[in-house]
């Protein structure tokens, strides 16, 4: 810890409250253009009783400025500074030390809680006696604004029962109409968290948020919904499949899924079906990534990879498009 984090940290940890309500995390890399809504949006929730850890990940630009400008001396406000990079996984799970509440709110930096979103989630989650509770998504364009509309459907996020694994597979998988499931961001009781070891892999860079509700469904965890959207989401336009970078991101979801596999074999039969399934689906979107990129030498170590059965289906699929728009 440098000198600066020292000072921070005191200062949190003297502020008069040795047991906030909710810890916010958030994770902030070049972020100085956007963070300040994001930190204003948590510090102006109807629940004051909260701690706001903010983790600068190496930044280059005036991240750290921004937060303690923003901040104005809220001693609610922790920010804590590394030195280099060292990733979204790295950076929550060094808050998640820090961090001193009851439950954890995750919060990108480009994204905003509505003003009383941890006061209900709170109350319900506590009420209902669970480890995890997701709202839905509100979607807003990152560049205009504007909003998009929820991002899954009411019969999703209404369900009387626990999330299972197998919802979660079903509901984060490449074809659906709605965004992956595994974007969502629960309040989770800390002490589930602890009392389970469960952190984020910080060998991981995409799919962290979904490999760790896995992993709290594995734990039997008990999981909950709610369909009112009190989380607004950014959306960003930006293409990423001409860089070639949606066939990296599907490489190590496909990467992702195998941790899951391994943690998760023999628990259920359906499960390890779904899981299969999901392992198919993305080392074929990954090989066709890296053909469309180019990448020949990525899409040839992804070959041995490929199930055959589900190459032939898509390959059939493709092959009818085209007769069809013959």
Known sequence: MNG?????????????????????????????????????SALAQTMRDVEVIVVDD???????????????????VLL?????????????????????????????????FLPDRLERMVVEATGRELDMLADNLCLRDFASKASLGRAYPAEWMTRPDLLTLADLLERDRLGLQHKMFGCIKPIM??????????????????AEDFLLYAQT???????????????????RSDSVSASGIAAYRAAEVARVNRLLAHMAHGRSV???RLLTQRQAQYDYFAF???????????????????SINHLARSVLAAATRRLKRV
Not at 6 to 32: C, L, Y
Not at 288 to 306: C, D, G, V
């Open 270 to 272: 359906s499960d390890d």
């Open 58 to 76: 190496g930044s280059t630009d005036d991240t750290s400025s921004v937060v303690e400008a923003c901040s104005n001396g809220d001693p609610r």
């Open 288 to 306: 066709a990534q890296f053909l469309k990129a180019k990448r020949f030498y990525n899409a040839a170590l992804t070959l041995p990879r490929l």
């Open 189 to 206: 009781r800390r002490s589930f968290l602890v009392d389970n070891n469960i952190t984020y892999r910080d060998d991981v860079w995409c």
């Open 4 to 40: 600066s984090d020292a000072s921070a940290t005191h200062a949190h940890r003297t502020s008069g409250f040795d047991r906030p309500r909710v810890s916010v995390v958030i994770a902030a890399k070049n972020a100085e253009s956007f963070i300040a809504d994001a930190l204003r």
């Open 217 to 235: 469904i594995l734990k039997n965890a008990r999981f909950g919904v709610m369909n009112e959207p009190l989380y607004v989401y950014a959306e």
């Open 80 to 112: 804590l500074r590394n030195s280099h990079s060292q990733g979204v996984s790295s950076a929550r799970n060094r808050a998640l030390a820090h961090a001193r509440g009851d439950w954890i709110a995750v919060l990108d930096a480009d994204d905003e």
